[in-house]
């Protein structure tokens, strides 16, 4: 495989710590002028990736009529988020409650508010806050909702020692097929900070989904996959973004691929599904020869990874073999891995030609929230209105 570890301790810096950072880094003074990268957000109910303003947006028309969420230094949180370099803006946004009470808890700190509309909370923070704050907000006829925000500092982080148990415990839970126990997880790590505990269950999480979907439990091995990706969506470790990614390419949540290291086979995949056709990949090396990624994944998954890489090669009859083969995979009648499989069929048919295969693809897609106007605008020549 891709050497994620090497990849990351490589990059320490443009990584950050072991959390994602809700604050751009700034650029060197020597560096050339040049567009900068697009923040790519996470929608905190349906994980789909947006760019910069659209989330606000997709939460207001697809998840209203009634949400709240936290926006802070102008990033909106799932539930975790770490300013690196201190709270700048904690901003709670109502949709659809007149108002609600907020508790604001810290190390020796402590204060409830009631209110109404958007409001920024930084105000009610002492001044250079640092460390855990807790933001509940209970809104006047719904359930609370909880936020963790880290400010300037972060708590201890034993990520060695627990990568090491979580692949020695997924792999004995797998050799065994016995079903994941999260006690037993929990118990051969003793005194798990709230992070720790969060990252462990995660990979708990994820574990258990595929246990459930080798047990043809396949409705709550969807929940729990949903889950595992919540649990581990902040954490910025190889081993969380290898299992990231797996999860990203099963959910159709692409926008975690930026994070496989730009060497893998996998940033092939980043590219073709987060990138306008035509787009090109060259790959860097060979090394990955059976699983691209650093964590478990299932077997569809990994095959999809590597046609994916071969539609950017120079072997037409193998990328060919390889989608005809996916094709029939039982896997692939997945929705998501059905979408997946008419994009390559749609882009392949439509490089090569052939107008009428492609059409056939793509009318498949029109309706596709991610990939529906580019089946329109090949349909009809322009896109979806």
């Known amino acids: 495989m891709a050497d994620w570890k090497d990849f990351y301790e490589d990059n320490r810096e443009s990584w950050g710590q072991y959390?994602?950072?809700?604050?751009?880094?700034?650029?060197?003074?020597?560096?050339?002028?040049?567009a900068p990268s697009p923040q790519v957000q996470?929608?905190?109910?349906?994980?789909?990736?947006?760019?910069?303003?659209?989330?606000?947006?997709?939460?207001?028309?697809?998840h209203g009529p009634q949400h709240i969420y936290l926006r802070v230094n102008g990033r909106i949180i799932r539930d975790l988020g770490w300013a690196e370099q201190g709270i700048s803006e904690l901003r709670l946004v109502e949709l659809g409650f007149s108002d609600a009470t907020v508790e604001l808890t810290a190390a020796g700190f402590r204060?409830?508010?009631?209110?109404?509309?958007?409001?920024?909370?930084?105000?009610?923070?002492?001044s250079r806050f640092e460390g855990e704050l807790t933001v509940r907000v209970t809104p006047s006829s719904a359930p609370t909702r909880q936020f963790t925000v880290y400010a300037r500092s972060l708590p201890e982080f034993r990520r060695d020692d627990l990568d090491s148990l979580i692949r020695q415990m997924g792999e004995e839970d797998r050799r065994t097929g016995a079903m994941p126990d999260v006690g037993r997880w929990r118990g051969r790590i003793g005194n798990l900070g709230a992070l720790e505990q969060r990252y462990l269950d995660g990979f708990f999480e994820?574990?258990?989904?595929?246990?459930?979907?080798?047990?043809?439990?396949?409705?709550f091995a969807k929940q729990h996959f949903e889950d595992a990706f919540g649990f581990l969506l902040p954490f910025r470790t190889p081993l969380a973004h290898s299992a990231q990614c797996v999860l990203g390419i099963r959910m159709n949540c692409f926008g975690v691929l930026a994070r496989a290291p730009s060497d893998s086979v996998v940033a092939a995949s980043d590219k073709f599904f987060n990138e306008p056709f035509p787009a090109e990949w060259r790959r860097a090396s060979d090394r990955d020869t059976e699983n691209p990624f650093m964590t478990y994944a299932d077997e569809f998954t990994i095959r999809l990874v590597f046609v994916t890489a071969s539609f950017y090669g120079d072997d037409k009859s193998a990328f060919e073999a390889g989608l005809e083969a996916l094709s029939f995979h039982p896997s692939a009648k997945d929705q998501n891995n059905e979408d997946k499989l008419a994009l390559l069929k749609?882009?392949?048919?439509?490089?090569?030609?052939?107008?009428?295969?492609?059409c056939r693809a793509y009318e498949l897609l029109r309706y596709h929230p991610l990939f529906g106007n580019e089946a329109e605008e090949y349909l009809h020549?322009?896109?979806?209105e």
């Open 111 to 126: 204060k409830e508010l009631h209110v109404s509309g958007n409001e920024n909370l930084r105000r009610s923070l002492p």
């Open 19 to 34: 959390l994602d950072s809700l604050d751009a880094k700034k650029r060197p003074r020597e560096a050339p002028k040049a």
């Open 346 to 358: 749609a882009r392949s048919h439509r490089r090569c030609g052939q107008v009428v295969e492609a």
């Open 42 to 62: 996470f929608c905190p109910l349906c994980h789909g990736a947006f760019i910069e303003d659209g989330l606000a947006g997709h939460i207001r028309s697809v």
């Open 381 to 384: 020549g322009k896109p979806r």
């Open 206 to 219: 994820y574990t258990h989904s595929f246990y459930l979907e080798r047990q043809g439990q396949l409705r």
